[in-house]
């Protein structure tokens, strides 16, 4: 059933914003859009061309923490959680831990939660800390240095390749495959562009895209080495554990699990660790305290997460009619919960438009808000953002932007893939 718009006041600056066009995103987040949604039309219906429908924008953070956390209103199961449509043998053959509600979305969950826990994690810090050194060490010494590539990029994927327990040569890989997938609304990244007439034969595949098909075959063999064994690597766990439900992880769930630890565990920590960086060179003063003070980084964190929303959106699909803000949410409509939206709503965050690392940003977005959906690598992601910058503060005295960065053409990842900067220390 589809909603029945309903229109945004005459003369209102909300009036005709619409948030799938790409070029809105442009210069980064369309904050301004943003602003007069929350203001004036905060469950705002935006058309779309064929063959999708349209939907709803939620952009107010109580309002995000409402859909969120009501799975029985606001489903993740019965659609995408992107803005693509999809037939039910699509959302059959795509579905991930992130389509799934209830109880076996918690049982996929904690096949993995405990791995990802604050006291597990622990046991990584040294490690974490020589990874950081390495990359580090490698790129600082240049002092001209594509960050991104150099640095953001090239720590978290170490990570991820010590959890999977493959080689460090595969780390690039492991990069290019993310890149080519989440990256494909952008003629840069993208193998297949996800609204071009090519990409109709991999309408079966995550984001479209045939890099999908790469990281499937990657996957199953080390599922075969590795399968029966005693291995405390992440795909050990995954092929020889079963969840608490009883179901075995059919070979699609292993595939599908698999790439979502392949893209969560690299894409979205960088992006932050870049946005991180060029907040503190366009905010020497931030820089500045944090070499004083370094003891305020835990802290800073939550602000570095808050100001970098690395994703703009999620989406629901409501299971049943429900009314928001006046406006009647017909069942099979998709609800998009901007997240970067709601790390800029005032009523929440004082002046949100600064930059503060001395502020209690716990309540950002960056990772969901509460709700069976939170990010399941929040915890190691904060620790790597933490290890990075504790190493960069220490190493470095100066730092400079050389070029603006070079920004993934998306309203889905906040992602920038290249920025140039020259850093001076130690």
């Not at 709803?56 to 659609?79: K, L, M, P, Q």
């Not at 500045?288 to 003891?295: D, F």
Request: hydrophobic share 40%.
């Amino acid at each position: 059933m589809t909603a029945t718009p309903v229109d945004t006041p005459s003369g209102s600056a909300a009036a005709g914003t619409d948030l799938s066009d790409l070029d809105l995103f442009t210069g980064g987040p369309p904050w301004a859009a943003f602003d007069a949604l929350r203001r004036e039309d905060p469950c705002h219906w935006n058309a779309e061309a064929a063959p999708n429908k349209g939907f709803w924008s939620v952009t107010r953070h109580a309002d995000i923490v409402t859909v969120t956390r009501d799975e029985t209103t606001f489903s993740s199961e019965i659609g995408a959680v992107n803005l693509e449509e999809l037939d039910t043998d699509q959302l059959e053959v795509r579905k991930s831990m992130l389509e799934t509600d209830g109880a076996r979305h918690f049982a996929l969950r904690r096949l993995l939660q405990r791995d990802f826990s604050a006291r597990a994690l622990a046991q990584y810090e040294t490690f974490l800390r020589g990874l950081t050194a390495t990359t580090l060490d490698s790129a600082l010494p240049k002092g001209t240095i594509d960050f991104v590539h150099e640095v953001s990029a090239d720590f978290p994927i170490r990570v991820l390749v010590r959890l999977l327990g493959i080689p460090d040569d595969h780390a690039g890989q492991l990069i290019a495959w993310g890149n080519r997938m989440v990256g494909n609304t952008d003629p840069d990244e993208a193998d297949v562009l996800l609204d071009s007439p090519e990409s109709e034969q991999y309408r079966n595949l995550p984001f479209r895209s045939p890099a999908a098909l790469e990281v499937f075959a990657y996957g199953d063999e080390l599922a075969r080495q590795r399968r029966g064994g005693d291995g405390d690597d992440l795909v050990s766990k995954l092929v020889n554990r079963v969840p608490e439900d009883g179901v075995a992880l059919s070979e699609r769930d292993f595939h599908n699990y698999f790439l979502l630890l392949v893209v969560a565990g690299n894409e979205t920590t960088r992006h932050t660790i870049t946005h991180s960086m060029k907040a503190l060179i366009d905010h020497p003063e931030a820089f500045a305290t944090l070499k004083e003070r370094p003891e305020l980084l835990p802290q800073a964190v939550e602000e570095f997460l808050r100001w970098a929303s690395p994703v703009y959106h999620f989406r629901r699909t409501a299971a049943k009619d429900v009314e928001l803000h006046g406006k009647r949410v017909r069942a099979g409509d998709k609800v998009v919960v901007w997240w970067a939206s709601g790390n800029r709503d005032d009523s929440v965050f004082d002046d949100p438009y600064r930059f503060d690392i001395t502020r209690d940003a716990r309540e950002h977005m960056a990772f969901g808000k509460g709700g069976p959906h939170l990010c399941l690598g929040n915890q190691l992601a904060r620790m790597e953002i933490r290890i990075m910058f504790e190493e960069i503060l220490r190493r470095v005295d100066s730092v400079s932007q050389i070029q603006p960065p070079k920004r993934v053409r998306s309203n889905f990842v906040n992602g920038i893939k290249e920025y140039w900067v020259q850093v001076a220390g130690r």
